[in-house]
């Protein structure tokens, strides 16, 4: 089992930053990739970006240019770092990690364990 705990999240203005954070533990070993997801209210669970082990990084096209991911394999963790941002990336942002190769990762079904989510909130 992997446990994944995002932190960071908080209410930022329009045009502002906000870098979160997602620290995994347990058998982290048996992970490939490590993501994040989006759900504003009243919407379904989106995609963000995705950091896969070997380096290769993805975006939603709706981030691309301003948000962008990394890794510190040394602390197990997983950034999200925010910026140029908009109201409509006010959502609930969640950490994922999945175990298994695919050529994309841009469905939730990809993903194994999940973190419990962080708010963010941007203002106009």
């Known amino acids: 089992q992997v446990q994944l705990v995002e932190s960071g999240g908080g209410l930022v203005q329009a045009g502002g930053s906000l870098r979160l954070s997602c620290a995994a533990s347990?058998?982290?070993?048996?992970?490939?990739?490590m993501g994040w997801f989006r759900q504003a209210p009243g919407k379904d669970r989106e995609f963000v970006a995705v950091?896969?082990?070997?380096?290769?990084?993805d975006y939603a096209d709706s981030v691309k240019g301003r948000f962008f991911i990394s890794r510190d394999t040394a602390k197990n963790t997983v950034y999200l770092q925010m910026t140029s941002m908009k109201p409509e990336d006010t959502a609930v942002y969640y950490c994922?990690?999945?175990?298994?190769?695919?050529?994309?990762?841009?469905?939730?079904?990809?993903?194994?364990?999940w973190g419990q989510g962080t708010q963010v909130t941007v203002s106009s």
């Open positions: 994922a990690a999945g175990r298994n190769y695919y050529s994309s990762y841009e469905e939730e079904r990809k993903y194994d364990y």
């Open positions: 347990g058998r982290t070993s048996s992970t490939y990739v």
């Open positions: 950091k896969r082990w070997s380096g290769n990084t």
